[in-house]
């Protein structure tokens, strides 16, 4: 089965340092990893997604995620944190399972908290 | 132009009572997906929707859940008998297309509260 694992529940970061909120991810094959946000009543929005190619995906707002397939690990990361990235992040993985379509497994979720 | 939208934004029902919850999902969007989202918990997928084909319903909970789409656009999930387990934030997500490289845009949610 495929899944993803987010280690922290809260990242805590001052504005204007850099952040990095933590996935790794376990799947057979070849891995097709998202990353989400969610802001408070409102909908998830799509980040930035792997699929393959170059291991630094470069995505929506600033973000960044590196792959790692030796480590399982897809770091999403910010050079810099603004106090408007506070959210709540979700990791996600394609299931190889699903054939043709974008059938995802999501993680738990990391809630980023930028303190100005 | 106009997102992914659901109503109702908010439901209370009483345990035991049926609910329908409405998806309107972007024009020309193929792909509609239903997640179930728990709190504090990241989304589970439902079902799936390939234009009005249901490929996959792997992912309801129990035969009191039902979706449809009958014309390939609007969609709507049917909860009957109502149980406190199904309170949560109901999301519907639509792709313009199937695969993998499309990305799926989320409506703001049904928050369900089974009292």
């Known amino acids: 089965a495929q899944s993803v694992a987010q280690p922290e529940d809260q990242v805590n970061v001052a504005e204007g340092n850099p952040l990095t909120v933590k996935c790794t991810y376990s799947?057979?094959?070849?891995?097709?990893l998202f990353w989400y946000v969610q802001y408070p009543n409102r909908g998830l929005q799509f980040l930035l997604k792997?699929?393959?190619?170059?291991?630094l995906v470069k995505g929506s707002y600033g973000f960044e995620a590196e792959f790692n397939k030796s480590q399982t690990s897809f770091h999403l990361k910010k050079p810099s944190a603004l106090v408007s990235d506070s959210a709540l992040y979700f990791c996600?993985?394609?299931?190889?399972?699903?054939?043709?379509?974008?059938?995802?497994?999501f993680g738990t979720g990391t809630k980023l908290q930028v303190i100005p | 132009g106009a997102g992914v939208s659901q109503s109702p934004r908010y439901k209370v029902a009483k345990r035991g009572q049926d609910v329908a919850l409405r998806c309107d999902p972007i024009?020309?969007?193929?792909?509609l997906f239903w997640y179930q989202q728990a709190l504090g918990q990241g989304p589970e997928f439902l079902t799936y929707?390939?234009?009005?084909?249901?490929?996959?319903k792997s992912g309801l909970p129990s035969d009191r859940f039902f979706a449809e789409r009958p014309e390939g656009s609007v969609s709507t999930l049917k909860i009957q008998r109502t149980q406190q387990e199904d309170s949560a934030v109901y999301l519907c997500?639509?792709?313009?297309?199937?695969?993998?490289?499309?990305?799926?845009?989320f409506g703001p949610g049904t928050r369900l509260t089974v009292t």
């Open positions: 929707f390939q234009n009005e084909a249901q490929l996959d």
């Open positions: 799947v057979s094959g070849n891995p097709y």
């Open positions: 024009s020309g969007h193929v792909s």
């Open positions: 996600a993985v394609r299931d190889i399972r699903s054939g043709g379509y974008q059938k995802v497994t």
């Open positions: 792997y699929i393959t190619g170059d291991n």
């Open positions: 997500a639509s792709s313009t297309g199937a695969g993998v490289s499309y990305e799926q845009y």
